[in-house]
């Protein structure tokens, strides 16, 4: 006996939903209450519960089609009613149950057709690997770059591919240990949640898959014979055995890295990433290529021994370094001229961009996207104020040094600015809320959640310091720290880089005085910090004597939005925080 799995009803307004991701497949024992799938609506994603127990006979939704609420789903029942479910794992094809028969025949001749006996293979006696949740408004990603190639070797855990999401970069480990037996999605192709990336298994299960470690190329099936060799000696991967012995590793990763530049790109990531452990970021990748570095010759000087942008720079830097020193020599009268040149030099990473056209990563086309947006559903304006803050500067050069001992991290300003900030925030709630504009409400914050933006090589990432109004000036510069450290090393997750409430910004780290912040959607308001700059001032004394000092001023800038703010109430909020800090009364926050 058999029981339809039905679409339940998700909420008054809604009327279908979208399957998002199967979390079972035809053929799984299911428990009754045990997940089953993932429904994505316009208000909630959420889970649907097997209502019984039994074998998964038959899927009906796939995912990414949309069902009415109400309608069927799947079927659970006995399995022996079902005797062929195995092909039916891909739901897609129902006409696919003759097939099986034929199936064991097509590795029989794995010329013809390579990806055929891949398909049956993988579910029989592999794992496959699919994209995991990476958040809960992330609902696919890009793979853009797989760490492994196809016959290699993986343990449990270990790090497979990166996939790249509109929040994110991350890294997809391993389930299962075992030989990488398939790959189904290539790098810079799209995968929804629950996708199923790749197979791995025993590699005597699938002795024509190595052609799929290089899908691209069709020029390359006449190579399957030597393919299999692959997991027993790694042949598809010359650095491969270079990378044992570290002497002749360097000589030998020249030579494959100038072909590839050429032609066969999908190689080349994989001969490096093969040949080193160590995370490399693709913009990395790519200043090495263009300025001829081996990255295996390297020691990087990020977290974990991760190598940095400006690691490649200055490997470019001492490449070039014996050419410019003989130039003074020479000529040793014009040597302002020489240095006006130097100092006029186009940096390696400049004149690797010169005259060329790429693709905007995924992370850029969301900023662009969600800019123009903001600009375009409110109404924002921009006010400014300059700070005096010679009282903060004072209370920082005496603690820093007992503050780094005593809590392990730096004590910047930007502590005591956020400190004011989520205090002006809980006097002007007005601030801390956000719109619905198609609802028509606002929602107005129960906690001071906020974002601080890091400025990355991928671009601006907001991480969210959640619940701020709690934190001292202590908890705060720890936040900030970690917060900033991990997002700059990709380590931050999803949800850390959502729920805000608030945003500030720091563009005068680059030594900006002004600039007029856009606010962060569905936010209302964005402060931003110019530079600290010393000049002298109107200073008016206890006795009302107005005097001339050197003083640390800098500016601060408040976009808000006027559907919601009124310019009197935006500078009320803006002067309360210039006078908190001003005040410099931070005593107790240590």
Known sequence: MSTEVTLPALGESVTEGTVSRWLKAVGDTVEADEPLLEVSTDKVDTEVPSPVSGTLLEIRVREDEEAAVGSVLAVIGDPDSAPAPAPAATPEPPSSEPTPPPAPAAPATPAPAPAAPQAPAAPSKGTEVTLPALGESVTEGTVSRWLKAVGDTVEADEPLLEVSTDKVDTEVPSPVSGTL???????????????????????????????????????????????????????????????????????????????????????????????????????????????????????????????????????????????????????????????????????????????????????????????VDSLRVSAQLTATVEVDMTAISRIRKAEKAAFKAREGVGLSYLPFITKAIVEALKQNPKFNARIDTEAGTIEYGASENVGIAVDTPR??????????????????????????????????????????????????????????????????????????????????????????AIRDMMYISLSYDH????????????????????????????
């Open 181 to 371: 037996l398939e790959i189904r999605v290539r790098e810079d192709e799209d995968a929804a949640v629950g996708s199923v990336l790749a197979v791995i298994g025993d590699p005597g299960s699938a002795p024509a898959l190595a052609p799929a470690a290089t899908p691209e190329p069709p020029s390359s099936e006449p190579t399957p014979p030597p393919a299999p060799a692959a997991p027993a000696t790694p042949t598809p991967a010359p650095a491969a055995p270079a990378a044992p012995a570290p002497a002749p590793a360097a000589p030998s990763a020249p030579s494959p890295t100038a072909p590839p530049s050429a032609g066969s790109n999908a190689v080349a990531p994989r001969a490096t990433s093969s040949s080193s452990d160590v995370y490399v970021t693709p913009l990395v990748r790519k200043l090495a290529k263009e300025n001829g570095i081996d990255l295996g010759s390297l020691t990087g000087t990020g977290v974990g021994g991760r190598i940095r942008k400006q690691d490649v720079l200055d490997a470019a830097e001492k490449a070039k370094a014996p050419t410019p020193v003989p130039a003074p020599a020479q000529s040793p009268a014009p040597a302002s001229s020489s240095a006006r040149a130097a100092s006029q030099e186009v940096s390696a990473e400049a004149a690797a961009l010169r005259g060329t056209t790429e693709k905007m990563s995924r992370l850029r086309k969301v900023i662009a996207s969600r800019m």
């Open 563 to 590: 559907r919601l703010i009124d310019g009197a109430v935006a500078a009320r909020f803006l002067t309360g925080v210039k006078n908190r800090l001003e005040e410099g009364d931070f005593g107790g926050e240590f």
């Open 459 to 548: 671009g601006l990432l907001v991480p969210v310091i959640k619940n701020a109004g709690d934190l001292n000036i202590a908890g705060l510069a720890h936040q900030i720290g970690d917060l900033a450290a991990r997002t700059r090393d990709n380590k931050v997750t999803p949800d850390e880089l959502a729920g805000g409430t608030f945003t500030i910004t720091n563009y005068g780290s680059a030594g900006a005085l002004f600039d007029t912040p856009i606010v962060n959607q569905p936010e209302v308001a964005i402060l931003g910090t110019g530079a600290l700059v010393k000049r002298p001032v109107v200073v008016t004394n206890e006795f009302g004597e107005d005097t001339i």
